[in-house]
């Protein structure tokens, strides 16, 4: 599963209770959003401004959405020492915690707390830092000294997790800014690329390079695809599966995570008696209809698909109360398909399952969005 503490901070004991609930269902990666335009999360102690700065944002998405929720400022990091606590905690419930810092885009509270890793430094560093956050690019500048960076950044990042895998996001970046830059348009006649999509997919190349130097694998969300993609890296599909499939037919690993079925910011029922989401519906009993191997891949091409993630974007989730009504049963329903066969009658015989384990949750005081909301 995905939380994004990027959006509303989670504190650390409400990070722990959410690993629990996911032991409990043998989920066993817990990515952490820890970095957008939003908020920095975690302590870089080379870049101390990236959370005093960065975690300090005077905006959410919730803020914008319904400016009658705009409470106190939403703000808060993970120390180094909140980190390892995390990663042990998780460690003994079997769970990997994948770390995602995102890059090229969704980097703005980075481009706020250090504006030399934007395209106009002097425009932002005349500002002062609390009106740095809507005047940037929504994009790093693919500079030499922002590469070093970034690069020292996932150093401290890997010295935190332990894991095999770093997630630097990669999506959904505005190159088009980079297209009114003449600094980055002699960058790219240099380096003989054609276009923004080039540039990006390079920027990823090198990131990839140092973390595969570090002997980590780097994954990246399905823009990665685009412009040619780096050689060990691990392809999130989350604009469909397409992404999922090209990349396993071109022979890399991928991790399905479909908007369609694993997205669990989206509504799940009547969007007029639901808390304000996004997307379409998508209901527990769509996430079973979930098939993480498609068809179109053969068997030697299948085994690239290395699994499933459910996605709790937090943009309109600021709760723990709220992240368990959109998490629960949804991500049962996921539980069941990523780790059972496809069977005839797999809604009758998990509904069985889960009108029981449904009392654990009561039993537990975990909310989750109860069945019978669809009747009332
Ligand atoms: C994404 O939802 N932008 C990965």
New binding site residues.
């Given amino acids: 599963l995905l939380i994004d503490p990027a959006r509303h901070f989670i504190p650390v004991a409400e990070v722990k209770r959410f690993i629990d609930v996911m032991a409990l269902h043998k989920f066993n990666r817990l990515q952490m959003h820890l970095t957008d335009d939003t908020g920095w999360r975690v302590e870089i102690k080379k870049y101390p401004e990236l959370t005093r700065i960065g975690s300090r944002m005077d905006w959410t998405q919730m803020q914008l959405e319904s400016p009658s929720s705009a409470q106190a400022r939403h703000s808060g990091f993970y120390s180094q020492q909140d980190i390892r606590e995390l990663v042990r905690y998780a460690a003994r419930r079997h769970i990997i915690i994948v770390p995602e810092i995102e890059m090229p885009g969704h980097i703005g509270a980075a481009l706020a707390s250090y504006p030399e890793l934007s395209l106009n430094p002097q425009k932002l560093s005349a500002l002062p830092p609390e009106q740095r956050w809507k005047a940037h690019e929504w994009i790093l500048a693919p500079r030499p000294q922002s590469i070093a960076f970034m690069s020292a950044v996932l150093i401290e990042i890997m010295d935190l997790f332990p894991g095999p895998w770093i997630h630097i996001g990669g999506?959904?970046a505005n190159c088009r800014a980079w297209t009114h830059s003449e600094e980055l348009q002699t960058q790219m006649r240099e380096l003989g690329l054609k276009n923004e999509a080039e540039l990006h997919s390079w920027f990823i190349r090198q990131m990839d390079g140092f973390l595969t130097q570090h002997g980590r694998r780097m994954i990246g969300?399905d823009e990665i695809l685009q412009g040619g993609l780096a050689s060990g890296a691990i392809v999130?599909s989350?604009r469909g599966m397409e992404g999922g499939i090209a990349a396993a037919q071109a022979g890399h690993d991928v991790i399905m995570t479909p908007?369609s079925h694993t997205?669990f910011d989206y509504y799940q029922g009547p969007v007029a008696s639901e808390p304000k989401a996004w997307g379409t519906v998508l209901p527990w009993e769509k996430v079973l209809e979930f098939e993480p191997i498609p068809d179109d891949l053969r068997a030697a091409q299948a085994r690239h698909v290395l699994g499933g993630q459910g996605?709790l974007?937090g943009e309109l989730i600021s709760t723990t109360r709220h992240r368990e009504y959109m998490a629960w049963p949804r991500s049962a329903a996921l539980a069941e398909v990523l780790w059972s066969p496809q069977t005839e009658n797999r809604l009758e015989s998990f509904r069985a399952r889960l009108i029981e384990h449904l009392k654990r949750f009561d039993t537990a005081k975990i909310n989750y969005r109860p069945l019978s909301a669809d009747t009332q």
């Fill in positions: 999506d959904e969300w999130m989350w908007a997205y996605q974007w």
